[in-house]
């Protein structure tokens, strides 16, 4: 598994919460979709899900993560399920899959194995869904993980 690192500046994203299975996380997506577009809200950059819980350790159907993007840096919103929240600039650790979001927990296990001596911080880690899965081909559906450094 290709490591790289990666300076991320800081973001404003709009969100929305999920609790239960972390590869359940397209339903937290779909339901912030569905709140954001028609308030036309505009998407400044790729969406993510934002893992709050080490799934080791947590029962699935408590795991907390997010669904988000990046919106302007002085979005504001008072909803009953969206809420802000602000990314600091940071180092990151990277690493990119290619395929069906079944691979994922695997390509996690690798990520996590390919970083544990490079300190991570496992309180800030994300993926990003850099295409649209309905667009692409299955093995052509990027996923970027990422890991702040500590």
Known sequence: ???????LPSRRYVAVRHKGAYNKID???ERL??????????VKGAVAGFWYDDPMS?????????????VYSEFEIEHDELFTFDLPAAEYLTSTYFGPDEGLIQAWGDFTDAV???EPDWHACFEEYMNDRD???????????LV???
């Open 33 to 42: 979709f569905e709140l954001t577009m028609p308030l036309g809200i505009e």
């Open 135 to 145: 667009q692409v081909a299955l093995e052509e559906v990027e996923t970027r993980l």
């Open 27 to 29: 339903q937290a997506i």
């Open 148 to 150: 702040r450094k500590s």
């Open 1 to 7: 598994m290709d490591i790289s690192e990666v300076s």
């Open 58 to 70: 947590v029962p699935e159907e408590e795991l907390n993560s997010a669904a988000a993007f990046p």
């Open 116 to 118: 544990r001596d490079r």
